[in-house]
């Protein structure tokens, strides 16, 4: 509540937020592209710093080594190739209990939901809980499957799982909530851990940016604390670039058939040859290469985002920043978000407000979720000092 | 009827099946991949013979010149390169009436025959009419839509269209009917546009392997005579690969935005360096020679297969042998169709009944669907060799 984010809940405690009503970063139209010079809009990494060459190199030495098999029809799982580099990876990198015989390939963090939720519905499943503040597509794709969905508030700690009753799954951000950037706090990972055992339920990890954290040991995945009840979900989105359409679950060993085969329904499996590079390119060591060089890359953006915030804007308060690829940016009083969204679009500079990501009925500061990875390295300054602007700095 | 193919139908003429009952051959299981030694079975081109270092070449010269926003998340239709290069050639090569606009990349024609199902289904469409010899999983890909289906039976000209009605939709395989072999007839080609036209409906033309004509001029896409009604759908998997996971739809201009959010919504679209790929092997002349090339393979598969099978096994006859990457194989007398099978496995040869691909109560001569050009080029004679001995040749 100091802090000015938390909003008081009617006889139940303090919270953040009600219910999530948010669009996907990743999915929105972008009606006005021309005249958007500079985005600072969330979901998408720097794609002009996509390791080209290295990325073909991989791909040279992947298919000089494929068998012709992995050009043929898959079995929708994804090739064990890269089903085995991920699982040594995400073991070492996030903390993962994963077996290759585990893990689904899929085109992004998106897609894996989907697949779930239809299978969880088909078991019977109606329900799927979200947190407070999230992205409204992955409800609308749980209601697509037939599952409805329930807000669980969000405080410092993040997500109030104390609040799961009956659920049969709950969808949470545990190493960086989107958008308000809180990792999920260890008791209440154990806490969500002990429901999905006692209620025999599924709690989705959606690690969507777990790769970046910059100011303190990294923030392992909840995974390993309940793999039979976790399913883990990442992506190559943030890391490499959405284009590439590669994401991956890591399952608990009963639901991996029936997920396979949802996949394979989908569009029959994800497409060889970018599977296998990525698979060359983790077991070569150039994929942690890639993290590490973007992983400073965007730390710096970061501090030079924060930096000219605090100097040249008096009256914002940053937060979420310990992680991630965005922060959200409390705006000074008397500056609404409508307003300064516009303000920024005058400038040409593309940004989101919280509302957005912040369900109905909820209240909150007002404050923008400015993504600070999308804008080519030669631009990123002048984008960062035309948002000081349109929050009220004084040109310089 | 004097081919042995047509069984009557009471009080409706002659025709050759009622309704279709198969699997998808591109999906199926190999439960006993172990012992396949040669695979006859139809759907898989030869993927030893996928140019892989023109495809790299390719892939270079690609992301050479993309542009950094096509590895960001894309609109769902799918790269303009791609969705451009194909526009020209499905004219030039398919007699297709296409601009890049009216086409979705999408990862096969399943996935295609899916998207747009769903669509139909939204708008209120109820039934598909199916071929009466086809594929399985596209009658259940019609039902996961909600979409009930009605089969036509199929005589010497192709589906009897003639008995179209009130369905909403007609799914056809006008260059080679699948797994027959006949082109469907001009005649019965105009007529289906025609009511198309007169009930306002959709004929998709499934063209899995129109690239493959072998003895004749190439029998176009029915596309042209009626685009504004015709969905043509196209794919990559048997002139290149399956495992690429890309196929493409041309679509109505009324279709074109909710195939798209289908899409979307399926899988975030297609990955973008294997589009790019393709659309520079197309735009190189690369994706041309391929085809010739593979081409020229197959005819002289298809050549050594019939020879084979006419010199050395009495009482068998091959049909739909003008195009296609299969034949139809009628057994000798005497011979089940699961004798034939059972035969052919204890030989390390895989091989389908025409049975999977038929209506349950429809009746035909028993036969295989045989096909030639999946096993890598140095071991299609000893696969021949085998099949004729599971048909009762005598070792030679």
Known sequence: ???????????????VAAAAVANEPARRAAPDADRVLFDLRPGVPDVAAFPRARWLAAARRALADAPASSLAYGDGQGRPELRHALARYLTRARGVRAGADAIVICTGVAQGLALLCEVLARRGAATLAVEGFGIQAHRELAASAGLGSRALPVDDDGAVVGELTREDAVLLTPAHQFPLGMPLAPGRRLEAAAWARREDTVIVEDDYDGEFRYDRQPVGAMQALAPEHVVYAGTASKTLAPGLRLGWLVLPEGLVAEVTEAKLRADGGSGAPDQLTLAELITSGGYDRQVRRAR???????????AALRRRVPGVEVSGIAAGLHAVVR????????DAVARAAELGVAVQELGRYAGEGATHAPALVV??????????????????????????
Not at 1 to 15: I, K, M, N, S
Not at 371 to 380: K, L, Q, R, S, V
């Open 1 to 15: 509540v100091a802090e000015g984010w938390l909003v008081a809940r009617q006889g139940a405690g303090t919270t």
């Open 296 to 306: 400073l890359a965007y730390r710096r953006r970061r501090d030079t985002l924060v």
């Open 331 to 338: 705006l000074p009083a008397g500056l609404t978000e409508d």
């Open 371 to 396: 993504g600070y990875a999308t804008p080519p390295g030669h631009a990123f300054g002048e984008a960062v000092s035309r948002l000081c602007l349109a929050l009220g700095a004084r040109a310089s």
